[in-house]
């Protein structure tokens, strides 16, 4: 059940080009309506619009859709039609209008389309992302890394070939390294077959011939060598593949893409109901979790409130009013917390792999709870813990979090705790808590009965160390310098009788 972020994002990507294929004839009918308009109006645009139009249309009309090649080729014909980098301005603005119609559509077209938006948002936000980006992309690349390989006076490798997995067998898609420009194409069932064809289109003598394959991605790299012992450097060619992918793979980091997308999503909330739901829905979306449930947390009452719940049963999420102090683990990471603000701005998410060892026995029970992550929703620039959600991928389901999930998920808690306390108003959050919470009234009651400590504990089913942290507390809102003045001044504010 370990799916990362970065498999994740592939899929909301697959998604994204599934529903424009779903809905192509009205969409590439929408499209051609906005190109006529901006011919007959003479728009300056409408030449790029045109390319886009063109481009998008027949990379629908194929039979098989390829995100990496549809993403590489638009980049590569764009500089073929324009010769020049496309500039962000017009880039953002077709790239608009193209996302926008198709928006248009799917709403028309789906009765409840809240949920499919974001893959096609996602879609476009990383194209305009990687044709801003092409500069960078050509500092290092495979074909450039393949180039130098063959080149190379040490390595005697004649040349390389770029090997596709297809449906009905395999593909070659590029080979580097030959002295003439032959350009061939080459499908086969089984990798003898494919070897041994392009063994016969590139001249290779029999028995002389050393070719291995190597695994790159998605592909498989063959390499030729001639008159050589090919054993001897394999071990550094997968080193050096080894090395490049995960090169490529620090440029792309997509945790960087589920925030900024979680970000514009939750923005367009227009009241705190939709900001909460927005939220839910975002973390479930954009991260690779299937269940959200939002809660506030009263850093006084240290209680925890249900809000909504997204896959949840939200009518059960929202009756749970549960002091913190239940789930052992979290009231000692927020207890580590106070009274130091700031060191809640470095409050991290928390990974549980077995609910049962840290939930409630019925929490466990109602919502079939396996592993839970519980990330913090919190306001940075206050230092302030405003509540958190919890997160799993289903019921009864066992996984692992990556890097990568952790860090989106600090970047998810600061956009929606910002945006919460835009809409906290004392109609919707109270602002004024109780003094105590209904925990240490229980404890401040005991005591003012003269019950020690370990009585104390042992009438509310708490360790020791428990009621200490409570008595400490205690102490220190209401100012005493020990348990009896905390019990006098408590009866006289009314806190206790």
């Not at 990383?126 to 992309?137: D, F, R």
Request: charge should be negative.
């Amino acid at each position: 059940m370990n799916l990362t972020l970065n498999n994740h994002m592939k899929l909301v990507l697959k998604n994204g080009v599934e529903l424009l294929c779903d809905h192509q004839d009205q969409i590439i009918k929408e499209w051609a309506g906005i190109l006529e308009y901006m011919k007959i109006h003479h728009k300056k645009s409408a030449h790029a619009f045109e390319f886009a139009f063109s481009f998008f249309s027949q990379f629908l009309k194929m039979s098989e859709q390829n995100i990496d090649h549809l993403i590489s080729d638009i980049r590569t014909e764009w500089f073929q039609q324009f010769h020049r980098p496309p500039e962000p301005n017009l880039l953002i603005f077709i790239l608009s209008l193209l996302e926008n119609a198709v928006h248009k559509v799917i709403k028309l077209n789906t009765t409840r389309s809240f949920h499919l938006h974001p893959s096609v948002q996602f879609l476009f936000s990383k194209i305009c992302e990687e044709m801003l980006a092409s500069t960078k992309h050509d500092k290092f690349h495979i074909d450039s890394l393949c180039e130098q390989m063959v080149r190379s006076e040490q390595l005697d490798i004649e040349w390389i070939a770029r090997v596709e997995h297809v449906e009905n067998g395999y593909q070659l898609k590029k080979i580097t390294g030959l002295s003439m420009e032959t350009k061939f194409q080459v499908i086969a069932s089984s990798w003898f077959q494919i070897t041994e064809e392009i063994l016969q289109k590139t001249g290779g003598k029999k028995g002389r011939s050393d070719v291995f394959p190597i695994p790159w991605k998605n592909e498989t790299l063959l390499f030729c060598i001639n008159n050589h012992d090919g054993s001897s450097i394999v071990p550094f060619l997968t080193y050096a593949m080894h090395v490049l992918q995960i090169e490529e793979e620090n440029y792309q980091i997509h945790w960087k893409d589920a925030v900024i997308l979680f970000n514009e999503w939750i923005m367009r909330s227009k009241n705190l109901d939709e900001a909460i739901k927005n939220i839910a829905y975002g973390y479930a979306h954009y991260l690779p979790f299937e269940r959200c449930a939002i809660f506030r947390y009263s850093n006084i009452e240290e209680k925890g409130q249900g809000l909504f719940g997204y896959h949840f049963n939200d009518e059960e999420i929202r009756s749970i009013k549960e002091n913190i102090d239940n789930f052992p683990s979290l009231y000692k990471s927020l207890a580590r917390l106070n009274p130091a603000n700031e060191a809640l701005k470095n409050f991290q998410p928390m990974y549980f792999s077995h609910a049962s060892e840290e939930f409630p026995y019925r929490y466990v029970q109602t919502f079939q709870l396996e592993s839970v992550v519980v990330a913090p929703i919190y306001v940075p620039a206050d230092g302030k813990l405003i509540g958190a959600a919890f997160l799993d991928r289903g019921p009864g389901k066992f996984f692992d979090v990556d890097s990568n999930t952790f860090a989106a998920l600090l970047k998810f808690g600061q956009g929606a705790g910002e945006l919460l306390s835009k809409f906290t108003e004392p109609e919707h959050w109270p602002s004024k808590d109780p003094l105590l919470s209904s925990r240490e009234i229980s404890v401040l009651e005991l005591l003012a009965e003269g019950a020690s400590t370990t009585e104390a504990a042992e009438a509310l089913h708490l360790s020791e160390y428990t009621v200490r942290d409570y008595v400490s507390n205690i102490m220190k809102r209401l100012n005493a310098r020990n348990r009896t003045e905390a019990a006098v001044k408590a009866i006289r504010l009314g806190i206790i009788k």
